[in-house]
């Protein structure tokens, strides 16, 4: 199983990204697929989450109204789109996966990729 997470890069206060994680090696279709980051010095949070089958979405507080996770599975690809972004969102931004999205919650996916950076500042 591999999840390749690209699309990182050093941009301003303001601007947007869009983050692709291409998965390999597991049925995307089965799998909810999560996105987390991790600040130098902090700890590694949740940022979103979009179940298997009806795509239901979840997105922590900090980047509601802002993010929008989204899939192809045809693809094997999920998505994050990161608008209006913060000097507060810079981080290595990692993609998971796990057959339970609730785990998303508690940090335990079964399958983690490499991170992409993200780094915003003026």
């Known amino acids: 199983v591999q999840l390749q997470a690209s699309g990182g890069g050093f941009v301003q206060p303001g601007e947007s990204l869009t983050l692709s994680c291409e998965v390999s090696?597991?049925?995307?279709?089965?799998?909810?697929i999560a996105w987390f980051r991790q600040a130098p010095g902090k700890e590694r949070e949740g940022v979103s989450c979009?179940?298997?089958?009806?795509?239901?979405?979840l997105y922590a507080d900090t980047v509601k109204g802002r993010f929008t996770i989204s899939r192809d599975n045809a693809k094997k690809t999920v998505y994050l789109q990161m608008n209006n972004l913060k000097p507060e969102d810079t981080g290595v931004y990692y993609c998971?996966?796990?057959?339970?999205?609730?785990?998303?919650?508690?940090?335990?996916?079964?399958?983690w990729g490499k991170g992409t950076q993200v780094t915003v500042s003026s």
């Open positions: 979009i179940s298997s089958g009806d795509s239901s979405t």
């Open positions: 090696g597991l049925t995307l279709d089965y799998y909810a």
């Open positions: 998971a996966a796990d057959l339970t999205w609730t785990s998303w919650f508690i940090g335990d996916m079964s399958y």
